[in-house]
Antibody, heavy 119, light 107 residues
């Protein structure tokens, strides 16, 4: 069974940092692109970043470029999102998902981890 | 960036009704479009990929069509579990933007 479990969310002050993790199981992690999508409270979905199977290609939405870094450890079946210089508008539930079809069409999603940015 | 616009933003319907949701892209995205369903407190669920392909396990009452800039998602006969929010997402080029969502409510 495919499972994605996010962790690492929490309360952080503006300007602070957090590292989100996504533990994958039930599939060959190293064979799939992976992504992060976020959802602000009571708002819609926003694609954040994705990463190629071998980690060689990474894409980001402009609003996080230079502040967030997506990475992966295929030996540990884990996806990460390092978030620096956090802003109030970064507060959201962050989902990791497995990309299975062209572009960023994702078939399995984790339950998400909540990031709160507040002083 | 490609903008995705869904209509309506919300719709009220009854069990058994047929409902259609529209998604329009700000530029040609060929057939690189996905539809997701999200219920409160849950992660999104993939319904349709590449504009018209039903994801495994999704009931056949869901169908979708379109290419270029205009797309539709149709639910042929609403069931109680279908009342949720639906999002389209373009998969043509990053950033892979979503529509703002269509909330399907019980009448």
């Amino acid at each position: 069974e495919v499972q994605l479990v996010e962790s690492g969310g929490g309360l952080v002050q503006p300007g602070g940092s957090l590292r989100l993790s996504c533990a994958a199981s039930g599939f060959t992690f190293s064979s799939y692109w992976m992504n992060w999508v976020r959802q602000r409270p009571d708002k819609g979905l926003e694609w954040v970043a994705n990463i190629k199977e071998d980690g060689s290609t990474k894409k980001y939405v402009d609003s996080v470029k230079g502040r967030f870094t997506i990475s992966r450890d295929n030996a540990e079946n884990s996806l990460y999102l390092q978030m620096n210089s956090l802003r109030a508008e970064d507060a959201a539930i962050y989902y990791c998902a497995r990309v299975v079809f062209f572009g960023d069409q994702a078939d399995y999603w984790g339950r998400g981890t909540l990031v709160t940015v507040s002083s | 960036d490609i903008q995705m616009t869904q209509s309506p933003s919300s719709v009220s319907a009854s069990v058994g009704d047929r409902v259609t949701i529209t998604c329009r892209a700000s530029q040609d995205i060929s057939n690189y479009l996905a539809w997701y369903q999200q219920t409160p407190g849950k992660a999104p669920k993939l319904l349709i990929y590449t504009a018209s392909n039903l994801q495994s396990g999704v009931p056949s009452r869901f169908s979708a069509s379109g290419s270029g800039t205009d797309f539709t998602l149709t639910i042929s006969s609403l069931q109680p579990e279908d009342f949720a929010t639906y999002y389209c997402q373009q998969a043509n080029s990053p950033p892979y933007t979503f529509g703002q969502g269509t909330k399907l409510e019980i009448k």
